[in-house]
């Protein structure tokens, strides 16, 4: 009797903040597991809203044709919680529902592209038995096990673009531009475009500032004639007082034993990062003080995550997809897909969810713009 095999369906989506280089691995992936594994492939709409509402489209050769360069993602994201998903104002833990989705869909896998709390889903999932790739975007590049992130490069080269572009300008009024670039709680995407932008000074979370040092570094610029200083600051940067509120609002987090006290501490925490949210505005009013040079501020936002990803980024982004494609057809699941060195690496979820990777104090970045004296503020 001839044995019928039905092909390897496969679901995927993209949760958390978009990133340049979604499409283009929808699109890795895509293409390896329809053209080169044969498999069926359907993705799920606005990342985990489609997968527990069930909304979701056939992707086939047309719909992944001419998405590489394109921004955002195709398939709309969100930042729902499997567990704690909201209806009606209430949280409801909806893995169970997610669960039937996939068994009803026929799925085989699914793939999920996202951040930290996407790989903390893709946990979830994996723990109710789903078979889950996991691939890692984010401009944050604050991914544990991973080198580097698809979004990273391309957010670096914009930002690094608007500190160029500030510094005429700064240089033109005689002014401090303190520039605020995205990240999170990590500072990687500062540092590196405080780097290549020639920033005079780089805030990142890491590192607690005091403006005490900060004005001197600018000081010390006026001293030898540079009349203005463009200063890189993260979106999590802290000065020491805030830092030390920040830690102590964490350290609450990590010992609180009940449910509800995790819930109250993370609720403190929170504020406290709410508390701190103007921070660089604060900063320019204290730098002015400070040096009697005019201070302005420029938030970036949304334009470090927006339009075409760069070469970088849609390299890494086609080979992380392909090299998921390439475990479906394994059968190899509940892994995200690291980029080491050149090549790939299946890390377990379990040694990725829940962590996120902060920049190391030690790290090779932070002693070269030590040493081409650039500030730190410490
Ligand atoms: N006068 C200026 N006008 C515009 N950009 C400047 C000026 N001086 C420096 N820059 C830019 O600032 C960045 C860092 O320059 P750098 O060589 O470190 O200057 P400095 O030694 O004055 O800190 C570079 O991108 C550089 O092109
Ligand atoms: O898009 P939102 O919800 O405003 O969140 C902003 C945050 O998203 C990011 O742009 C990227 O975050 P993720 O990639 O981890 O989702 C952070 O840099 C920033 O703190
Ligand atoms: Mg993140």
Redesign the pocket.
């Known amino acids: 009797m001839a044995s019928t095999t039905r092909p390897t369906r496969v679901g995927i989506l993209t949760a958390?903040?978009?990133?340049p280089g979604l499409n283009a691995a929808i699109r890795g992936f895509g293409k390896t597991a329809i053209g080169h594994y044969g498999m069926e492939l359907i993705g799920f709409r606005d990342g985990v809203t489609g997968l527990v509402e069930n909304r979701y489209e056939q992707l086939d050769g047309k719909a992944l044709s001419g998405i590489l360069t394109v921004g955002g993602t195709i398939l709309g994201t969100s930042?729902d919680k499997v567990h704690r998903y909201q209806v009606d104002g209430e949280a409801r833990d909806m893995v169970p529902v997610v669960v039937e989705n996939y068994e009803r869909e026929g799925l085989d896998a699914l793939i999920m592209l996202?951040?930290?709390?996407?790989a903390k889903n893709a946990m979830r999932l994996v723990n109710a038995g789903l078979n889950v790739i996991h691939l890692p975007?984010?401009?944050?590049n604050?991914i544990a096990m991973t080198d580097t992130?698809f979004?990273f490069a391309t957010a670096t080269e914009i930002a690094t673009d608007a500190i160029d572009r500030v510094h005429s300008t700064a240089h033109s009024h005689h002014r401090i531009i303190l520039t605020e670039i995205?990240?999170?709680r990590a500072g990687w995407?500062t540092l590196a475009a405080g780097i290549a932008g020639g920033a005079d000074i780089i805030l990142i979370p890491e590192i607690a500032y005091t403006v005490e040092s900060v004005a001197a570094t600018i000081k010390a610029r006026t001293a030898r004639g540079s009349t203005f200083s463009v200063v890189a600051v993260a979106?999590?940067a802290r000065d020491v007082n805030d830092a030390a509120d920040y830690e102590a609002a964490t350290l609450l987090v990590k010992s609180a034993k009940s449910p509800e006290a995790v819930r109250a501490a993370k609720a403190h925490l929170a504020h406290v990062e709410d508390q701190q949210r103007e921070h660089t505005f604060r900063l320019a009013r204290e730098l002015e003080a400070a040096t009697g040079l005019e201070s302005r501020v420029t938030i970036l936002g949304?334009v470090?995550?927006g339009g075409t990803p760069c070469a970088a980024d849609r390299l890494l982004a086609t080979r992380l997809g392909a090299a998921a494609a390439d475990l479906v057809a394994r059968k190899e699941f509940g892994f995200m897909v690291a980029a080491r060195g050149e090549g790939t690496v299946p890390v377990p979820l379990s040694e990725v969810a829940g962590k996120v990777k902060l920049v190391p104090t030690d790290h090779a970045w932070i002693a070269a713009a030590r040493q081409v004296g650039t500030g730190l503020g410490d």
Request: glycine residues 34%; charged residues 25%; negative net charge.
């Open positions: 958390g903040g978009d990133s930042r996202g951040g930290g709390g996407t975007k984010t401009i944050d604050d992130t979004g995205m990240g999170h995407l979106e999590g949304y470090q995550r």
